[in-house]
């Protein structure tokens, strides 16, 4: 089993940054790439960004130039650092884990419990 706890989200005003950050444990594997998504009220979750084991990142075009997505190998966490936030961005933020390609067809098998970050106009 993998576990996967996130920390860093609340409340902030448009046009600051938040850091978010999560940490993995169990029986992870070292060549499986983490990933963020969210899911706003009334919306279905969607993908943010994903990392691979390589370094590798995707991010989807609505947080290109905004967000950035790190991790830490020795330490099993990711990290979503996001600057110059929109109201639009308000959301839970959750983090995962599994292969590269099972994140990108958004259907990772590992989830955190979410962590809330609201956006301030």
């Known amino acids: 089993q993998v576990q996967l706890v996130e920390s860093g989200g609340g409340l902030v005003q448009a046009g600051t940054s938040l850091r978010l950050s999560c940490a993995a444990s169990?029986?992870?594997?070292?060549?499986?790439?983490m990933g963020w998504f969210r899911q706003a009220p009334g919306k279905e979750r969607e993908l943010v960004a994903c990392i691979a084991s390589s370094g590798s990142t995707y991010y989807v075009d609505f947080v290109k130039g905004r967000f950035t997505i790190s991790r830490d190998n020795a330490k099993n966490t990711v990290a979503l650092e996001m600057k110059n936030l929109k109201p639009e961005d308000t959301a839970v933020y959750y983090c995962?884990?599994?292969?590269?390609?099972?994140?990108?067809?958004?259907?990772?098998?590992?989830w955190g419990q979410g962590t809330q970050v609201t956006v301030s106009s």
């Open positions: 169990g029986r992870i594997l070292s060549s499986y790439a």
């Open positions: 995962t884990t599994d292969s590269y390609s099972r994140i990108l067809g958004r259907r990772p098998s590992y």
